[in-house]
């Protein structure tokens, strides 16, 4: 668990899931949808449906959830893209608009990335929006990450073309960016 005055990071408990499918599967067409790769179908599940497979959820090491003043408010996670080459990639996603734009996701992602580079060997960390998705970006560079990469009008939503967006951040940036992010 990692914590910022009223933001925690930690892992998901048992007693977390039915809050995670109210996030995550209760809605077919869900608002932050809109921003989380809209482009990939995304299905509601019944809450019965749900719980047959929770326990997937449940003390994940890439998985955990986001609690803002004790109500879990999003998921932060990572997955490995290629891990003989331990590169790994990060996603968070706040589900309810009322939290967007307030700085809680580069609060979230500080933490996340800290817990990361602690405690695996990695040399970068990273992750992939969209170009519509300026709010993520932003978050990116806040954190001081490098645009690594711009894969132009390969994400295809509602009739338009966007780009697709890499960001990244390597160990020793991120060891002298740490100190002005962590004690703000």
């Known amino acids: 668990m990692y914590t910022d005055q009223e933001l925690i990071i930690r892992p998901i408990i048992e007693s977390d899931l039915e809050r995670i499918w109210e996030l995550v599967y209760k809605d077919e067409q869900p608002e932050w949808k809109k921003w989380d790769a809209p482009y990939f179908p995304h299905k509601a599940k019944p809450f019965h449906d749900f ?102 009008k390969v994400r295809y939503y509602e009739g338009v073309y966007y780009d697709s967006i890499r960001m990244g951040m390597l160990r020793e940036e991120w060891e002298a960016k740490k100190e002005c992010l962590i004690t703000k």
């Open 51 to 152: 719980m047959l497979t929770a326990h997937q959820f449940i003390n994940q090491k890439n998985f955990w959830a986001i609690e803002v003043e004790g109500v879990i408010c999003g998921v932060i996670s990572y997955y490995w893209e290629h891990k003989p080459s331990k590169w790994l990639e990060m996603g968070i996603v706040f589900h309810e608009s009322h939290n967007w734009g307030k700085g809680l996701g580069t609060r979230a992602m500080t933490l996340w990335i800290e817990h990361l580079f602690s405690t695996m060997p990695l040399v970068r960390v990273g992750f992939t929006t969209w170009s519509q998705n300026k709010r993520m970006i932003r978050v990116g560079e806040k954190l001081g990450m490098q645009l690594e990469a711009t894969i132009r």
